[in-house]
């Protein structure tokens, strides 16, 4: 058995295409073309990357793109003044202040500074507490990602039991809630679970979230299961690998996404798709 790959590069240009459309629709409305401004405090190489590619998505979209860099020296009052006149600006419709941020600065603080209307990024705590208590919030973009992918391939989730490993503020938590919210029944688990194995090897639908290269093997895998792999990290050889061992995994599960061109690419598709609804929200609640 050989698992079918779900080509989150293909459903992404699908929602980047219906979010191209949506702008387009939303400035000839109202003559206002929705506005994201990205912050990069520093040069972190791979920040650099990421906003970059932000930056040309949001462009090709239409969307009015901003980036603003700022040296690693940038004080944390510096930023927060900075977020403050974003929050002011009415053309600016989504704030992302790329982490992470130099070690003077709280990243919790300037989480916080951001306007919830504009935090396009789902991270603040009023959008998480909206997540968490089933209100209307924007959702954070890789969990919102992972959904979108499932929903594309047709996923049932009802009675289904899904299996998080990771427990962190912008993917485990919040891919949880949302499985949650479709009727999955979740087990969050980490890298310290007792014989976390075979508390994986339950799963209809595993989300690898953990952070370390190759660490859920395809033993761990019940067969014909769902595998939604979120890692970015490099194998002893320095090659691009994800957090499940993708070769032995393929040979297990049903469906599985792969690391490159799988949740990767839908984490920006869902920053437009965000932004788009952020500046819809603004101009309705005039």
Known sequence: MTAKLIDGKAIAASVRAAVKEGVAAFTARTGVRPGLTVVLVGENPASQVYVRNKGKAATEAGFLSRQIDLPASTSEAELLNLVARLNADDTVHGILVQLPLPKQIDESKVIEAIDPAKDVDGFHPVNAGRLFTGGASFLPCTPYGILTMLDHEKVELKGKHAVVVGRSNIVGKPVAILLLSRHATVTICHSRTVDLPSVV?????????????????????????????VGMNRN???????????????????????????????????LLQNTLEAASRRTAGR
């Open 236 to 270: 002893a050889a320095g090659k691009l690998c994800g957090d499940v061992a993708f070769d032995e995994a393929t040979e297990v599960a049903g469906l599985i996404s792969p690391v490159p061109g799988g949740v990767g690419p839908m984490t920006i598709a869902m």
């Open 201 to 229: 090897r339950t799963g209809d639908v595993v989300v690898a979230a953990v952070g370390r290269a190759e660490m859920i093997r395809g033993s761990w895998i019940k067969p014909g299961a769902v595998v939604i792999d």
